[in-house]
């Protein structure tokens, strides 16, 4: 299950063009049976009854995930409400969305770990409505185990796992029910790495973003890199109010810091664009080679819209990097 709430500020718009499951930013290493599509978040029942027992659950997912991505089913049979929820409108709505789905692989997700609780995500109208409907006597906590999804990718046609998955990796990933995570095989990534995927805005980006907001406040970030980021998002983050702009701002300076860190320990420190190396150069050679390249943000606009991470940078030449700003110009519309 998994539906509703989104940040005030959050906007709809598409985020990326078609891809494979094999080409994204992070492997597929676990995998959930569902009964509707989730759209904003997934949920997880805890199995104990104690008092730690929603962060025992927590830790176990978070240990399923493995830093990794996961790939969404719904089920080919829809649970039974609660006595005297059976004709619910919202129950039956479900289950009517449950048949169109039924058996398909719907989506894949990235999930971030978040010590929110579920009524904080969905608000409370919903969870007591969800509770009343398909929580044991007694028991209000289905689902209550919460995940937001902070970037999701829908794979195109919903096909259903029946054709895409041999019959043995079917067995070992859904033959049994599992109130958690199920993890995905070599062979089983072997089996979806073809399907055409394409990225759409996740409505709780925004966890993710506030919750890397706190870690750039925390951080030291380079004046220079501030102003760097200042001059590429200068047209960006319209709507925004200024004390949200800063932090928006500071974030992706964050991200740029660690966009720098990965191309100077990965050695691959020259120009994205006209290739140029300090290195074949004897009179740049003794100085800092950071201090020779700016880091562009190839998508300013998306800012305060969805997780923008280190591949959404480019290292380039301070000459390269005027170009792509005179470029951008010109292709905006006049105002």
Not at 11 to 36: E, F, G, H, Y
Not at 117 to 140: M, N, Y
Request: aromatic fraction near 6%; hydrophobic fraction near 35%; charge should be neutral.
């Amino acid at each position: 299950m998994g539906e509703k709430l989104r940040h005030p500020s959050a906007q709809t718009t598409c985020v990326n063009d078609p891809m494979k499951i094999r080409d994204l930013p992070l492997p597929v290493t676990s995998t959930k049976a569902d009964w509707l599509p989730g759209t904003t978040w997934l949920g997880f029942t805890p199995t104990g009854t104690g008092p730690d027992a929603h962060a025992k659950c927590q830790s176990t997912v978070n240990q399923q995930l493995a830093g990794g991505l996961v790939l969404e089913r719904v089920t080919q049979s829809f649970g039974t409400a609660q006595p005297g929820h059976e004709n619910d409108p919202q129950v039956l709505a479900d289950r009517e969305r449950h048949e169109k789905f039924a058996d398909c692989l719907i989506a894949i997700h990235q999930l971030r770990p978040s010590a929110r609780r579920l009524v904080d995500i969905i608000g409370a109208q919903e969870f007591e409505h969800l509770q009343d409907a398909w929580s044991e006597p007694g028991k209000r906590n289905r689902w209550s185990v919460a995940f937001p999804i902070v970037r999701t990718w829908k794979i195109t046609g919903e096909p259903k796992a029946h054709d895409v998955l041999s019959r043995e990796v079917f067995r070992s990933a859904y033959q049994t029910q599992s109130a958690l995570l199920r993890p995905v095989s070599e062979r089983m990534r072997s089996e979806i790495a073809e399907l055409d995927v394409v990225e759409v805005p996740a409505g709780n980006a925004w966890i993710a973003i506030e919750d890397e907001i706190e870690m750039a406040l925390r951080d030291q970030i380079p004046a220079s890199l501030l102003q760097n980021i200042n001059f590429d998002l200068l047209h960006a983050l319209e709507g925004q109010e200024e004390e949200r702009k800063i932090k928006i701002k500071r974030r992706a300076a964050w991200v740029a810091q660690r966009f720098w860190f990965q191309r100077q320990k990965a050695g691959t420190t020259q120009c994205d664009d006209c290739g140029f190396d300090p290195a074949a150069d004897a009179a740049l050679a003794k100085l800092p080679r950071r201090s020779l390249f700016d880091i562009h943000h190839k998508d300013p606009l998306a800012e305060g819209i969805r997780m923008t991470e280190p591949k959404d940078f480019a290292l380039l030449c301070p000459t390269c990097h005027r170009i792509e700003h005179v470029k951008l110009r010109a292709s905006r519309p006049p105002r």
